[in-house]
Nanobody, 122 residues
Framework: VQLQASGGGLVQVGGSLRLSCAAS????????MGWFRQAPGKEREFVSA????????YYADSVKGRFTISRDNAKNTVYLQMNSLKPEDTAVYYC????????????????WGQGTQVTVSS
């Protein structure tokens, strides 16, 4: 499956962005989807994930209550709505897909998008 992330940009503290990740190539609904991010000088970390069809969502503690993941299987797209953004949210955000059940474990994801830059300025 091919993944294309978009929607990143420059936003002020407290602002919002919505990231999108469009999938193609395989049956989208067979894949759990995740968002990960990598800040400069840091390792890539889990942000959020959503199950294949029932919409169960999981979040890192650092984004809980501010970010919302969702998916539209008819459009082969997963979204990450990011509100109340903080400077520490600055990172390259990656979407990823894995066949089977949802996971927060990076190595279990088989397919990765190219990343989209999110910069939160103070």
């Amino acid at each position: 499956v091919q993944l294309q992330a978009s929607g990143g940009g420059l936003v002020q503290v407290g602002g919002s962005l919505r990231l999108s990740c469009a999938a193609s190539g395989r049956t989208f609904s067979r894949y759990a989807m995740g968002w990960f991010r990598q800040a400069p000088g840091k390792e890539r970390e889990f942000v959020s994930a959503v199950s294949r069809s029932d919409g169960n969502a999981y979040y890192a503690d650092s984004v809980k209550g501010r970010f919302t993941i969702s998916r539209d299987n008819a459009k082969n797209t997963v979204y990450l709505q990011m509100n109340s953004l903080k400077p520490e949210d600055t990172a390259v955000y990656y979407c990823a897909a894995r066949a089977g059940i949802v996971s927060m474990h990076q190595p279990s994801y088989e397919y990765w998008g190219q990343g989209t830059q999110v910069t939160v300025s103070s």
